[in-house]
């Protein structure tokens, strides 16, 4: 999984692309650990870049921040906190669960009397706090894009998601945020931190987008996304959401699950046609391999060219190794794996387009 994401920006990754991306993300983490250890511990030196920040831009505090799950990602409402606001931050509520006493007790260590207003808007109550916040010209409003999962999760964003290609893979991404401040006519902040070469907080900004109630909703997404995933590309190894390559994979959606690249109609004549060389002449009839094909843990039959997936329906990575080293004849398959194998697994890859039958 881990090198089938990292090609959905780098088509031509390797193992050893990985084994790199994985050294650098372990030295970032040892850094960070070091970095958060010292602010516990009374050593703020790492807040002051996002104090500075601010300052130098404090019309943040109008309309809404977009951010994304790199470097110390959790800094960016503490900036707010330390200029005496009070941030409502969008989030799921896993990721509340997950990060409010972690913040709590970094506002309660810095002596803040503010803290984090958390929201979920996908209750009423919370989506109208959310629209009374972008209104106040002085209340912070965050969200994280790459965390934007809306009702549904991931699987209605591959369903019905916005369609966004990266250099290797397809994806569908969520236009929630986007549609939002279309409606609201309110300016959107992209903002990013990562950790720089000296061991601290490095602060950016993207242009500010200032959609109007005539503006496309798929047009200020895209232009969001493109932000987005300029950041990813440029530090991969301080990003925390690679899970959401996979998961919003257009691959993946609902529609693509098991469809035969034959047509309904002619299926029947494509078995029949394969019992008649597996009855006649298995000897001289062979399956090749059409695609690059790979059986997955989860029981995943992965069409690795064409970023299609299938239930590998009890087919072994191990049972391709026949049809990787060469072309056998449907008897030496046979032999091999028994005819029952043939007779479905053979059909089957077939019928997906994976493999043929030749001379």
């Given amino acids: ?145 790459d965390g934007n999962l809306g009702s549904g999760g991931y699987g209605q964003t591959r369903d019905r998601g916005l369609p966004y290609r990266l250099p290797g893979r397809d994806l569908r991404v969520r236009t929630g945020l986007a549609r939002l401040a279309v409606r609201l006519g309110c300016p959107v902040h992209p903002v990013a931190v990562h950790w720089g070469p000296d061991d601290r907080p490095a602060w950016t900004r993207g242009p500010v987008l200032r959609p109007g109630p005539k503006d496309d909703p798929d047009v200020v997404a895209e232009a969001l996304w493109d932000w987005c995933f300029s950041e990813v590309m440029a530090r991969p190894e301080q990003w925390r959401m690679w899970t959401m390559l996979k998961e919003s994979s257009a691959c993946f959606a609902v529609g693509n699950a098991d469809a035969a690249v034959v047509p309904a109609g002619l299926r029947r004549d494509y078995e029949r046609a394969f019992a008649a060389c597996l009855e006649r002449a298995p000897g001289t009839v062979r399956l090749c391999l059409e695609r690059e094909v790979e059986v997955w843990p989860g029981d995943v039959l992965v069409d690795v060219e064409g970023d299609r997936f299938f239930p590998a329906a009890g087919l072994q990575d191990r049972d391709l190794a026949p049809l990787r080293a060469g072309r056998p004849t449907l008897a030496q398959l046979a032999d091999h794996h028994g005819l029952v194998w043939v007779r479905f697994h053979g059909l089957r890859l077939c019928l997906l387009g994976l493999a043929r039958l030749g001379g």
Wanted: charged share 25%; glycine share 8%.
């Fill in 1 to 145: 999984w881990e090198l089938w994401n990292l090609r959905a920006f780098w088509p031509d990754a390797g193992p050893a692309d990985l084994a790199e991306l994985k050294a650098r993300r372990a030295a970032i983490l040892a850094r960070e650990r070091e970095a958060l250890a010292g602010l516990w511990s009374g050593d703020e030196v790492i807040l002051a870049p996002g104090h500075g920040f601010l300052a130098a831009t404090p019309d943040l505090t109008r309309g809404l921040v977009v951010s994304l799950h790199q470097g110390p990602y959790q800094l960016v409402p503490e900036i707010f906190l330390a200029a005496g606001r009070t941030p409502l931050v969008l989030a799921s509520p896993a990721a509340q669960d997950h990060n409010r006493d972690r913040s709590e007790r970094l506002a309660e260590r810095l002596a803040y009397r503010q803290r984090i207003a958390w929201l979920d808007v996908t209750r009423r109550g919370d989506l109208r706090r959310f629209l009374a916040g972008v209104r106040d010209p002085g209340q912070p409003v965050i969200a994280y894009l």
